[in-house]
């Protein structure tokens, strides 16, 4: 019997507490939520091209001093390094992961390079930029955009 008392007695208790907590939750009074953040405008991830720029000159410092000029054509170099050789006759793109259009485009807006498609979606960079002998001609180019930038 004993139990019996025991058990109505926490069965009462819990009956009392759930009513409690629902008399109480209905005399809450809950505040407006936050408004919501206006959203920032962020440039579009695909605007930005990654790339690698390697010298495939006997310039030193070259893939540096391009790679820092890159920003006129809406591109960044991740890495400057050298080429396999420095006997590359012309500066070439290589496109490693643009869709081809956007290829075509940043190939144009580097004075009509060469594009090779050479796609790895395994690679860290968007497209190769390889710097030959021609590269005067592309320093031009990237200055005047610079100038206009």
Do not use: C
């Amino acid at each position: 019997m004993r139990v019996r008392t025991v058990v109505l007695m926490i069965l009462l208790a819990a009956a009392l507490i759930s009513v409690g907590i629902g008399v109480r939750r209905d005399d809450l009074v809950v505040a407006d939520p936050a408004p919501e953040a206006e959203p920032t405008l962020l440039a579009p991830v695909d605007s930005l091209v990654l790339m690698e720029v390697l010298n495939g000159t006997r310039e030193a410092g070259l893939a540096r001093d391009v790679g820092l000029a890159l920003a006129s054509v809406a591109a960044t170099a991740e890495r400057f390094a050298n080429a396999p050789h420095d006997s590359f006759p012309a500066t070439l793109l290589i496109n490693r992961r643009l869709s081809p259009e956007r290829a075509r485009t940043l190939a144009a807006d580097l004075g009509g390079l060469p594009l090779l498609q050479e796609y790895d979606v395994r690679s860290d960079v968007d497209a190769v930029l390889v710097l030959g002998a021609d590269f005067a001609n592309l320093m031009e180019i990237l200055d005047i955009r610079r100038a206009e930038y």
